[in-house]
């Protein structure tokens, strides 16, 4: 079975800071982990995936995330915050090999402050 | 704009009834998830559908069934509702094995 912990429920950052969101995972096989963004009132946007390919990860919007075996993590980051980064992010991982379903992290909430 | 199509955007209903929450996938994707938002339980996976064929379960209630037509539009039926069904419903499609792709949700409301 696959989980992820996300660590922090809130982050909050000034606008131009560093975003750094964090998230482990548990996998009994090789990952697919993957980055969604959530806005109030919409659906989850697919920020980035890993898939075993580059353990470096670009997304849209200017995040990335680093698949680090070692430390089973896979945190996203984005070099400079802006306003419209506000949003849930939630961490999801799927065991890949005909077992697609997600499993979802609890979610972190960004507040980018001015 | 994703492409998976979710209808209707909002329900309201009461204790014990029945509704039917529709999604269109993407074009060209075969598989169909639903999953289910709460405050309490986050982010839930209940079933999953490819090319009409159930794939997988999660934890899907008995009172919920699922189905994917010829055309691969999906349906999840709700029956004795209860308040603890409110949630926000989410249907998501993939390509086989690619990134799965959400709809805006159709957010239920029990009263």
């Known amino acids: 079975a696959q989980s992820v912990t996300q660590l922090g429920s809130h982050v909050s950052v000034s606008e131009g800071a560093l975003v750094l969101l964090r998230c482990n995972y548990s996998?009994?096989?090789?990952?697919?982990l993957f980055w969604y963004v959530q806005y109030p009132n919409q659906g989850l946007q697919l920020l980035l995936k890993?898939?075993?390919?580059?353990?470096l990860v670009k997304g849209i919007n200017g995040f990335e995330a680093e698949f680090k075996k070692s430390e089973t993590s896979f945190h996203l980051t984005k070099p400079s915050a802006h306003m419209s980064d506000a949003a849930e992010y939630f961490c999801?991982?799927?065991?890949?090999?005909?077992?697609?379903?997600?499993?979802f992290g609890a979610g972190t909430t960004v507040t980018v402050r001015a | 704009d994703s492409g998976v199509t979710q209808t209707p955007k909002h329900l309201i209903t009461a204790t014990g009834q029945r509704v039917t929450l529709r999604c269109s996938p993407r074009?060209?994707?075969?598989?169909v998830y639903w999953y289910q938002q709460s405050l309490d339980q986050g982010l839930q996976f209940l079933i999953q559908?490819?090319?009409?064929?159930?794939?997988a379960k999660g934890n899907i209630l008995e009172r919920f069934s699922a189905q994917q037509f010829p055309d691969l539009h999906s349906e999840l039926n709700l029956s004795s509702l209860e308040l603890g069904d409110s949630a926000l419903y989410f249907c998501?499609?993939?390509?086989?094995?690619?990134?799965?792709?959400f709809g805006p949700g159709t957010r239920l409301l029990v009263l």
């Open positions: 998501a499609s993939s390509e086989q094995g690619g990134p799965q792709y």
């Open positions: 996998s009994s096989v090789p990952p697919y």
């Open positions: 890993y898939t075993s390919a580059a353990t």
């Open positions: 999801a991982v799927s065991g890949g090999s005909n077992d697609y379903k997600l499993s």
């Open positions: 074009s060209g994707d075969l598989s």
């Open positions: 559908y490819y090319n009409g064929e159930e794939r």
